[in-house]
């Protein structure tokens, strides 16, 4: 596909889709005409703040009528496989937002659904693109640690504290299943994009806060492939306040150097023996957490245009997916759970 900009549409006008339209308003090679949300007047309040033309309660209904190029789904993932066999049946391609369904078998039919149909499924994972990350990993390719053995990721949000939590997002309180499957996963992706495929987790979780039904706290040990181990230790209780812009604490360990990423964005570099130093590198400051949604979004995009794979399609996706289900797999037994899923 080239020349004259794809037309697509969003089904979802919540908390995070807010972000998600800002940034189609700049991504290159693509329009949003319409927005359909169940709830109403939310699309319509939606729709004039993000200057999209036409409106929808029936997502069904904006498809068959606008006919668009793609669709982002934007809404919470019990609906996602309904709403991705939507988009199939009519052809347009899909950007999903992560997580990417409740269970294994709906990811692998949201993968197959759209392989059938012949058009492209990308999940939404901006945190690959945030780009201090980016940066990361060229770090990483140019040697800058050596050969890593080591990498860990430290998360303490705040949010999750008192009698009513997540004042942005109140539904992660009524979430079977929280920490690991809305927020890990990015980790768990993250870490995929910087140290390679993951052979093996390890995972404990606990609920801190009683006012939630899921876990807000949680440990995982990781093996990858390539032989390096990694941690992730999380919570959303005991961290300060956010400022933006913000990243979590990562560090990565090699047997030439170690490359830490601090909580203000900045990184460090420290060549055994000789202290750290600060890595200059730019970022934007507009957009969410770098502008990584725009990234994204752009990435996407530019796929579609050249019909190059993109980072995170549906079928590479189900790798971080499948780390996700082994985690809780591994909670509830107590045991390392090997990947890929079987």
């Not at 319409?34 to 409106?55: C, T, Y």
């Not at 752009?298 to 996706?317: A, K, M, P, V, W």
């Amino acid at each position: 596909m080239s020349g004259e900009a794809l037309k697509g549409v969003m089904i979802g006008a919540g908390y995070f889709a807010q972000y998600q339209a800002e940034a189609w308003l700049r991504t290159e090679g693509a329009r949003i005409v319409a927005v359909a949300d169940a709830a109403p007047g939310r699309a319509e309040e939606f729709a004039e703040r993000w200057q999209i033309s036409r409106v929808y309660q029936n997502a069904a209904k904006m498809i068959e009528r606008e006919r668009p190029d793609f669709v982002d789904i934007a809404t919470r993932p019990e609906s996602h496989l309904e709403l991705v066999r939507l988009a199939a049946r009519h052809g347009a391609h899909v950007i999903c937002q992560k997580p990417m369904a409740p269970s294994w078998e709906e990811c692998l039919a949201m993968v197959n659904a759209c392989a059938e149909a012949n058009v492209r499924l990308f999940i939404h994972e901006n945190w690959r693109w945030q780009p201090w990350f980016r940066e990361i990993k060229r770090l990483l390719d140019q040697g800058a640690a050596g050969k890593p053995f080591y990498a860990s990721f430290v998360m303490r949000n705040s949010d999750g504290r008192g009698a009513e939590p997540y004042q942005l997002q109140p539904y992660l309180r009524e979430m079977e299943r929280m920490l690991v499957y809305e927020m890990i996963v990015h980790f768990l992706d993250t870490f995929r994009f910087l140290m390679g495929e993951i052979k093996s987790v390890f995972c404990q979780t606990r609920r801190v806060n009683p006012v939630i039904k899921a876990e807000d706290h949680t440990l995982i040990q990781l093996a990858f492939e390539n032989g390096a181990c990694g941690l992730i230790d999380a919570n959303r209780i005991s961290g300060p306040a956010r400022r933006e812009p913000i990243s979590e604490e990562l560090i990565v360990e090699g047997d030439r150097g170690k490359i830490r990423l601090a909580r203000d964005c900045r990184i460090w570099i420290d060549e055994y023996g000789n202290g750290e130093r600060l890595r200059d590198y730019d970022f934007p400051v507009e957009g969410y957490r770098g502008d990584s949604v725009h990234a994204t979004q752009q990435h996407f995009i530019s796929c579609l245009q050249t019909g190059e794979r993109c980072e995170s399609d549906g079928e590479d996706y189900l790798k971080t997916a499948a780390a996700v289900f082994a985690c809780y797999e591994s909670a509830e037994t107590g045991q390392a759970v090997s990947l890929p899923l079987k």
